[in-house]
């Protein structure tokens, strides 16, 4: 272990003792090798250890007026603060008994009053030795515990800038509008955390897994990379032959994320996450959706909170071949889609929070301009078609 770079500063012994004349032995015994600080009562050195500057050992008197020396040590013992100082105790109380209680409230040593000269430096350096150790092992873990947070940190930012960019990658081949994805993550969160505490979700919907959800939602069209411009770019309707073809995006999204998953080698949470709402989303409560056909609670949770989000999201927003829905008329069709396409407690707390989905919608509207890059590639996207 590498030394700690303390260890070349004077350290500093608080003597606490009601007897001048044993201030005076003791801080004479210790002044050519250490700093003294010398204190006659228990307050006075509870006040002094509180200070800007406490000492690294104390030398404490059992018996003293006023506050005993347990007493001073119970109360240094319990303070966060200062509970790390070594405490000796120096005291004319030789019995077993009073040596056993001293250490059991705290005390590193006890130490027999009249002292040996050689003794006292021996047990003070042993002390002072053992908190440096101490010491340095503290800040090294505080240090390795603040690394860890930092890179902790620094690959979460790198994980959802991974995640965003993906989504935008599908994004810009979609027509739908720039800020889908911020939006509709920002309602799957909101619709979450408005049924965190419904006896259906409260074991699935907990805040990590609220913040595993939001996280992995801006993938949920990625498959829509797969699909082809002569579909996914198409103004009108489907024909059914096409709509086949876009009913494939939920499986592509979900392979895509597999091979992500099988490329790291690991399993990793949010993946997981982002394989359920991108397979699930398109299922409806009735078992009408696609590409499994699957119903009420057999759809993952998260894919049937990305549904009610993206549903929402289609209806409001703005498009390049069409105009966005009222708010209060998107409310209505997702109210009347309760049973059906969605699950009806979901349904519940959508209409409970509805408004804080119009906000969010406000918040992240789309601009003139994102509709103008978006129109340019459409157009040249159909004409290269």
């Not at 319990?78 to 509970?83: L, M």
Request: glycine share 6%; proline share 5%.
């Amino acid at each position: 272990m590498t030394a700690d770079p303390r260890a070349d500063r004077r350290r500093t012994i608080l003597i606490v003792d009601d007897s001048p004349d044993n201030l005076a032995v003791v801080g004479g015994m210790l002044k050519d090798h250490y700093g003294v600080l010398l204190c006659t009562d228990g307050e006075q050195a509870l006040a002094l250890v509180r200070g800007d500057a406490p000492p690294d050992l104390i030398l404490l008197d059992v018996v003293m007026t006023g506050m005993s020396g347990y007493d001073v040590c119970r109360i240094l013992k319990a303070d966060r603060a200062t509970r790390d100082i070594p405490v000796i105790f120096l005291t004319s109380l030789t019995s077993p008994e009073d040596e056993s209680r001293g250490l059991e409230i705290g005390g590193a040593d006890y130490v027999a009053k009249p002292v040996n000269p050689r003794v006292l430096l021996s047990r003070v350096r042993m002390q002072l030795q053992v908190k440096a150790s101490v010491d340095f092992v503290r800040d090294q873990n505080a240090y390795l515990e603040a690394e860890v947070q930092r890179r902790t940190r620094e690959l979460t930012a790198i994980q959802e800038v991974t995640i965003m960019t993906l989504a935008s990658l599908a994004e810009t081949r979609d027509s739908d509008t720039g800020k889908h994805i911020r939006r509709t993550q920002h309602y799957v969160k909101a619709l979450a955390e408005a049924l965190r505490d419904h006896p259906r979700f409260r074991e699935q919907l907990t805040p990590s897994a609220i913040d595993v959800i939001y996280k992995s939602a801006p993938l949920h069209d990625i498959g829509k990379v797969g699909v082809p411009d002569r579909i996914l770019l198409k103004p009108g309707r489907y024909t059914p032959e096409e709509f086949e073809v876009m009913k494939r995006h939920p499986t592509l999204g979900r392979e895509a994320v597999e091979a992500a998953e099988q490329a790291l080698g690991i399993d990793v949470e949010f993946l997981r996450m982002a394989k359920e709402i991108a397979y699930g989303h398109q299922e409806k409560w009735d078992g009408t959706g696609y590409p499994q056909g699957i119903r009420g609670d057999a759809i993952p949770v998260s894919a049937r909170l990305m549904a009610v989000a993206d549903v929402y999201d289609a209806l409001i927003s703005r498009r390049v071949y069409k105009e966005g829905m009222p708010h209060e008329k998107a409310v209505a069709i997702i109210a009347e889609s309760s049973g059906t396409h969605f699950d009806p407690d979901m349904v519940d707390a959508f209409l409970r929070i509805h408004e804080q989905f119009r906000a969010i919608a406000q918040r992240y509207a789309d601009s003139d301009m994102d509709m103008e890059r978006k129109r340019d590639y459409l157009t040249n996207a159909t004409d290269a078609a």
